[in-house]
């Protein structure tokens, strides 16, 4: 997946935005749940679309000669048309045939499928229009047609997310969308790195990801108390660094890591969704599974310990010019791994929390790892701190700062990570924004939760819904902006797993307190996940929490049907 130059992404979303003024549109939260009669009563979309319009027609009546229609030279719809009717016949029972000659739908309505829309929906945006005997969906790509067969799968009832629902009325209600992403780039992390998720629980996370219209998956692949990517030139890392997580040390379970055949099955799975895998190698500190792996990256020429404890900003890799080779050499084997087995442009290089080293020395980091990666022609991204030393061209910066950070742009007391923040804007790159304090999942939702972290503070729905990457890159009242729309890249919602384990305000005591980790990531990314899939998706203008909050509840039934144990937020008005 490539993602379109600027300009034309923002032609496309001003082109939309030029329909939607025309076609004078309801707003998202035109669907008033208490409006019986509406045409758009029970129409919960998330991300809210640019432009919704209930239609005059019908609804759309699917029943068992229900076809979908293809162009028979429109790959890119047969394929996409192929994923809808695999989800519409395990829930209907319906035979759904794809193909251009799929006809006979005197018994259930037709669904169009085309990616020979207008160039000007980008690669994203789609048309959707449903009314009577068809439902139609024209996009300019078949990611973008993919999004497109997302937001039909929530129109359809919650029961199209289980298999076998028959004797229901797969009615869609008349509507007409045009719609197109706000931001390019729409991640979400896992940290594999802390505590390991097998392929099964990647590939649920993926699902999840899908429907919320993601199209960026980031592995957090290494970190002090894991090392889970097969890299052939150093066996090691996976011998020794995938012996321990995070409170799980060596001889308690495992290994725990990624075959190749596993990643490459992570990799296509995601692909079949429209999600790249970005892969982070993070150094030159959260790296003691690779010091225990690889002796000579330590200054004394010495493997350490594996480590399966809970602190961070533990030692670098060592950066003392006598090394250098040998931890170029380290470098060049595993960002070189990473880049031949993911499938995304980018390529993270972590960069966070490093104790102790010079400026030089971090310069020194990221100008090799940025060279060893351009050369395999990848972008690099790398969390913010990556933002004081000089960066190549398309680098992409994390912004994870907390409210404190934020509060200190454009007073005389600016933090050094809105320095860094400056500098990297100031050389180019582009900002992905994951403020810890709204978008990390694993910050406490409130006080009663017993997994996850607080330092930087509680992370209700709202505050994980009410913020955009202009808002957290700006001072507080709004004077002072930072980045401009053009140099915001996206946003990534982050699920840390520190502490993934039931009593989580202190350390374990035994293993029994680590939930599967699915429950864990459930808990903690459900309702959050969505909300932040809007911050990256929706227009400003079609967002509103309190609208956003009567689609959320409409969505608990639809993760009742997918088994998903999200968190009942008491503040949350969830229906019975
Ligand atoms: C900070 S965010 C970290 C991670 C932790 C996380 C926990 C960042 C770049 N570094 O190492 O997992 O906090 O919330």
């Not at 321990?244 to 490459?264: C, E, I, L, V």
């Amino acid at each position: 997946m490539s993602r379109r130059p600027r300009a034309t992404a923002l032609a496309a979303t001003v082109a939309v935005g030029a329909l939607a003024l025309i076609a004078a549109p309801i707003p998202a939260n035109a669907a008033d749940a208490t409006g019986a009669g509406d045409e758009l009563t029970g129409v919960a979309l998330i991300p809210a679309p640019t432009e919704l319009t209930g239609g005059a027609g019908a609804p759309v009546e699917l029943g068992p000669g229900s076809v979908i229609k293809v162009h028979p030279r429109d790959d890119g719809a047969a394929e996409v048309g192929e994923g809808l009717a695999e989800l519409l016949r395990d829930a209907t029972g319906y035979a759904v045939p794809v193909g251009q000659r799929a006809a006979g739908a005197s018994q259930g309505a037709t669904i169009v499928l085309s990616t020979r829309g207008d160039a000007a929906l980008g690669d994203e945006g789609y048309r959707l229009e449903a009314e009577g005997a068809r439902v139609s969906i024209e996009a300019h790509s078949a990611e973008g047609l993919f999004r497109g067969v997302t937001t039909l799968r929530q129109l359809l009832p919650d029961e199209i997310e289980s298999a076998g629902a028959s004797g229901i009325d797969w009615a869609v209600p008349a509507v007409s969308i045009g719609d197109a992403p706000r931001y390019d780039y729409r991640g979400a992390m896992l940290d594999v790195g802390r505590r390991f998720y097998p392929v099964e629980d990647v590939k649920r996370f993926i699902d999840q990801m899908a429907l919320y219209k993601y199209n960026a998956l980031h592995m957090h692949l290494t970190d002090d108390q894991g090392w889970r990517l097969t890299v052939d030139a150093r066996p090691e890392l996976t011998q020794i660094g995938a012996s321990t997580q995070s409170g799980w040390k060596p001889g308690t379970g495992g290994p725990w890591f990624y075959t190749k055949a596993d990643f490459r099955e992570i990799v296509d799975y995601a692909a079949e969704h429209f999600i790249e895998v970005v892969p982070e190698i993070d150094g030159p500190s959260h790296a003691m599974a690779a010091k225990a792996s690889i002796p000579e990256i330590n200054c004394d020429g010495k493997a350490t310990a594996p480590y399966s404890g809970f602190d961070v900003g533990l030692p670098t890799i060592c950066l003392s010019p006598e090394k250098r080779a040998e931890v170029r050499a380290y470098l060049q084997d595993v960002f070189t791994e990473a880049a031949q087995q993911s499938s995304s442009d980018i390529v993270h290089i972590g960069g966070d929390e490093v104790p102790s080293t010079t400026q030089e020395q971090m310069d020194w980091y990221v100008e090799t790892s940025s060279e060893i990666l351009t050369e395999q022609g990848k972008r690099i991204m790398g969390w913010h701190q990556i933002g004081a030393s000089p960066l190549p061209e398309g680098a992409i910066m994390q912004w994870w700062a907390d409210a404190g950070d934020q509060a200190s742009i454009g007073t005389p007391n600016e933090r050094p990570d809105v320095r860094e923040l400056r500098n990297a804007l100031a050389q180019g790159a582009t900002v992905v924004a994951s403020p810890a304090d709204r978008s990390y999942l694993d910050m406490k939702y409130d006080a009663t939760v017993p997994y996850g972290l607080s330092w930087a503070g509680l992370v209700d729905l709202e505050r994980s819904y009410d913020w955009d990457p202009i808002s957290v890159t700006s001072s507080v009242d709004g004077s002072v902006s930072l980045a401009t729309e053009e140099q915001i890249e996206g946003v990534e919602a982050a699920l840390w797993a520190d502490r993934a384990y039931y009593g989580s305000t202190k350390l374990p005591t035994s293993l029994d307190q680590f939930i599967p980790v699915s429950q864990y990531a459930d808990f903690v990314s459900f309702p959050r996940m969505p909300a932040i899939a809007e911050v990256g998706w929706s227009a400003p203008e079609v967002r509103s929490f309190d609208d956003f909050e009567r689609r959320i509840v409409a969505h608990a039934d639809r993760w009742d049907e997918m088994g998903i144990g999200y968190y009942k937020a008491p503040d949350v008005p969830w229906q019975e």
